[in-house]
């Protein structure tokens, strides 16, 4: 079966810190990779995705990711994290060229401290 | 647009009682699905629908029933709530079927059975 792995599931930085949160995924063949983020309180809404094209995505608020596919990787990035950025992180992902579902990861929990 | 909504934002409900979470949306999108939200266990799908009529299980169906009888409209019903099923449920809709576009999530409902 898929699974989606988060490896990190709290994480705390000092404001400025950089970030990197990892995601990996277990299946091969073609894939669409989204992170979603949950602000205290909020629902889930898009960070960024990819579909095909350059493996490295821009999202919104800064966030970039990369897809390396033959690490089945598609790990989160920002060069400087806000204390806004506190939110809990879902990593993403469907195999298009099945009838399999969306999985998502267990999240990660980020912390950011002034 | 009011994108996806979702009703009631809190429920308390004694073991053996049942209720419909109610989800609506106005984007037209024929793929809608429920998930749960469980500390550590991330986002998890418990049915889902490719248009009004199809319905589908997801990975935990058991104890919910699902039904669609227009675009715009996907309750969530559990007919003898029970403990376990104690969480935060979202609804998303999106314009693809199978999660293979962005989905769009709606606020929650925070389910507590007691």
């Known amino acids: 079966a898929q699974s989606v792995s988060q490896h990190n599931h709290h994480v705390i930085l000092s404001e400025a810190a950089s970030l990197e949160l990892g995601c990996n995924y277990s299946?091969?063949?073609?894939?669409?990779l989204f992170w979603y983020v949950q602000y205290p309180g909020q629902h889930l809404q898009l960070l960024l995705k990819?579909?095909?094209?350059?493996?490295l995505v821009k999202g919104i608020k800064g966030f970039e990711a990369e897809f390396i596919k033959s690490k089945f990787s598609f790990n989160l990035r920002k060069p400087s994290v806000q204390w806004s950025d506190t939110a809990e992180y879902f990593c993403a992902v469907i195999n298009t060229g099945t009838a399999s579902k969306l999985t998502f990861g267990t999240g990660t929990r980020l912390q950011v401290t002034l | 647009n009011a994108g996806v909504t979702q009703t009631p934002k809190f429920q308390v409900l004694k073991t053996g009682q049942s209720m419909t979470l109610q989800c609506a949306q106005d984007m037209n999108h024929e793929y809608m699905s429920w998930y749960r939200q469980d500390p550590g266990m991330g986002l998890r799908l418990i049915h889902y629908s490719v248009g009004a009529g199809i319905t589908d299980q997801g990975e935990v169906p058991n104890g919910y029933n699902v039904s669609r009888s227009t675009t715009e409209d996907f309750p969530l019903r559990l007919l003898s709530a029970a403990p376990s099923q104690t969480s935060v449920y979202f609804c998303?809709?999106?314009?693809?079927?199978?999660?293979?576009?962005?989905?769009?999530f709606g606020p929650g409902t925070r389910l507590t059975v007691l």
């Open positions: 998303a809709s999106s314009y693809r079927s199978g999660g293979a576009d962005t989905q769009y």
């Open positions: 990819y579909f095909s094209g350059d493996p």
């Open positions: 299946y091969g063949g073609t894939v669409n």
